[in-house]
């Protein structure tokens, strides 16, 4: 008698306590093997112990002093194929972007397309949908023009690609972000959003 | 002494009156030269996004009395070419110039008299209003009144389900009490006895049956290996792993209540094999300006100045022994980021949403129809499939299977 209620009662306190056995939000959990997780290799945005031939112990390398990143070296477009290279107006020669530069992207719907789609990751949280300045970081943010105002209605191709480049005002340097290519059509788009 | 006091006295009241009518004149004055309505869609147009018609800074100075601390001729003149009036060294225009971190006002060439009277115009409006404003006050506050009762309303949820538990007991014990009753088969017995008295009796008649004490042995034998199987299934998957990251990023707040795409941050996910983690740069995108003081945003300063990482600790981790790219799935494949990582933009903390086993992996590319549409890469492959298969072409028919995709 005793003994069936002993084994009763132990059962119970064996499921409570591996149904409890939950793990907490800051605990991976078990693995096996880590090794396998782990990889020897090196990989991006990994690193588990010091590395030993880097002077910093950071297994990723930065790039050679004066290195030049060339993102859209021989960039084909539908029939034309432009070589988009380094830029290298400075970012106080707003006025000579807006007088020398050209955009060699052409101006199609697809063009067009992609350029939306690109306005929607890069601008829109604070630029708005319409380009009307008012997206929902731009509450916060305070200073962002509406393109249809009189002083942005004229932005040329040059302007557009500079100042995502380099910014303005109060608005910071996005090119790191969005490649020469991306920038162009970008300022397709712009163009739209500026008649309406 | 008295009279002193008198004196000083009716000279402040003296003074308000003058102040008062000075006011009045001035904004009838105004009134009478300016179009409010126009000057209103003028400034929401083009001056809003840097100026406040109140007193307070957003990029440039607010705009309050502007009419009192510069002339007409002087606002036209500065408007229409704020750099040339700098050049021109005019004293005032240098100063604000400087004080404002040698920021250039964008100039506005097409406004002449009749625009930037508008506006003033608008600016005496927007200020005289302002005195309307605290009874829209009341508002607010009724709305905090909500909130408070939201938790009310929980507590009293958790005050039920007690009450259903506790009912949902007394039903169990009383189940108990009638089968142990049925099983001694004597009607009654321990009637007399206390109420643990009757458990105890009840208890100790179902156990002596065998067959129910068989059933509860091997139910209780099931549940333990189910148990254990379910834990040795559990080793190696981080589903639910949530860890504390160095600095207490929201994305519920960047990527939920701003809407900022995930691509702006993440810009490898559309390029690359990673999504890539953003450098500071692009926090300082935003953060350059918004919130500098706050401690969590400090940590990316001093990471800029110390020129050190910042080290996130990494959520979603696949074994080495599997590839994965997220381009292919995302620029290619056109995946949603939340349909592998969830609601993301409901998170506080990042937390892993799905299991990434290969079993996960593999019932996707099952299930996926290839987007196929306008791309002529797959024009020949959908021919072929057709001829053997009257189903859609899945990522598993077009080699979403093999073991040398992802495993090499």
Redesign the interface.
């Known amino acids: 008698m005793k003994k069936i209620n002993t084994l009763i009662a132990g059962t119970f306190a064996v499921v409570a306590a591996l149904s409890s056995c939950q793990r907490g939000h800051d605990d991976a959990g078990l693995e096996y093997a880590p090794n396998m997780y782990n990889s020897v290799g090196y990989e991006p945005y990994t690193q588990i112990e010091k590395n030993p031939i880097n002077a910093d112990g950071k297994n990723m390398r930065e790039p050679v002093a004066g290195t030049v990143s060339r993102r859209n070296y021989k960039t084909q477009f539908d029939s034309s194929s432009v070589d988009l290279m380094i830029y290298h107006i400075g970012k106080d020669e707003l006025a000579t972007a807006e007088a020398v530069l050209k955009n060699p992207v052409p101006n199609t719907a697809k063009t067009l397309a992609e350029g939306k789609a690109l306005y929607g990751r890069y601008c829109q949280h604070c630029h708005g949908e319409t380009g009307a300045g008012d997206g929902p970081v731009a509450d916060m943010y305070k200073g962002v023009p509406n393109y249809k105002a009189d002083a942005y209605l004229n932005m040329n191709d040059g302007h557009i690609f500079h100042v995502i480049t380099h910014g303005k005002g109060r608005m910071w340097a996005h090119g790191s972000q969005v490649t020469p290519e991306e920038r162009w059509k970008i300022a397709h788009y712009i163009h739209k959003l500026q008649k309406g | 002494m008295k009279s002193s006091l008198f004196f000083k006295k009716m000279r402040n009241i003296s003074r308000l009156l003058v102040v008062a009518m000075l006011t009045t004149v001035g904004f009838s004055a105004v009134a009478q030269d300016g179009d409010a309505a126009n000057g209103e869609s003028l400034f929401n147009?083009?001056c809003k996004?840097?100026h406040s018609a109140k007193d307070e800074v957003?990029?440039g100075p607010g705009l309050k009395d502007i009419q009192k601390r510069r002339d007409l001729a002087w606002l036209v003149k500065w408007v229409k070419n704020p750099n040339g009036v700098i050049q021109s060294g005019d004293e005032y225009a240098v100063a604000l110039y400087n004080k404002f971190n040698k920021?250039q006002m964008?100039?506005?060439p097409?406004?002449g008299e009749t625009e930037v009277k508008d506006i003033v115009a608008y600016i005496e409006k927007a200020n005289t209003a302002v005195a309307a404003a605290p009874a829209a006050a009341g508002a607010t506050a009724a709305a905090g009144g909500v909130a408070a009762e939201s938790s009310d309303l929980f507590t009293y949820i958790l005050v039920a389900l007690l009450l259903v538990m506790l009912l949902v007991l007394g039903v169990l014990l009383a189940i108990v009490s009638i089968l142990s009753k049925a099983v001694s088969g004597e009607v009654g017995a321990g009637d007399g006895g206390s109420f643990g008295d009757k458990l105890r009796n009840g208890l100790?008649a179902m156990?002596k049956n065998s067959a129910i004490?068989s059933a509860?042995?091997w139910f209780?034998?099931l549940?333990?290996t189910k148990?254990?199987l379910d834990?040795l299934y559990?080793?190696?998957?981080?589903q639910?792993?949530?860890?504390?990251q160095p600095i207490a990023f929201s994305h519920k707040l960047h990527a939920g209540?701003?809407?900022?795409?995930c691509?702006?941050c993440h810009?490898g996910v559309n390029r690359g094999?990673?999504a890539?983690?953003p450098?500071a740069?692009?926090c300082?995108?935003?953060h350059?300006?918004?919130k500098k003081e706050s401690p969590e945003i400090q940590k990316i300063y001093s990471a800029i100045e110390e020129n050190k990482?910042i080290q996130w600790v990494?959520v979603h981790?696949l074994?080495?022994?599997a590839y994965f790219n997220h381009a292919q799935h995302v620029n290619v494949g056109g995946l949603q980021c939340q349909q592998c990582h969830g609601e993301i933009q409901t998170m506080e903390?990042v937390?892993q949403r799905s299991t990434l086993t290969m079993g996960w992996c593999i019932d996707c590319h099952r299930k996926t129809d290839v987007n196929t549409k306008e791309n002529a890469y797959y024009d020949k492959l959908v021919q072929l499939h057709a001829e053997k298969s009257d189903k859609p072409l899945k990522v598993a028919d077009i080699g979403g299977l093999e073991c040398s995709k992802c495993h090499y």
Not at chain 2, 240 to 244: D, I, T, V
Not at chain 2, 257 to 261: G, P
């Open positions: 147009n083009n996004a840097c957003v990029v920021a964008t100039a506005f097409a406004f100790v156990s004490r509860t042995v209780f034998v549940m333990v148990a254990t834990g559990g080793v190696g998957i981080q639910g792993y949530a860890p504390k209540q701003y809407k900022i795409d691509n702006y810009t094999k990673s890539t983690i450098s740069n692009i300082m995108n935003c350059g300006v918004i990482p990494r981790n074994p080495d022994l903390v937390q």
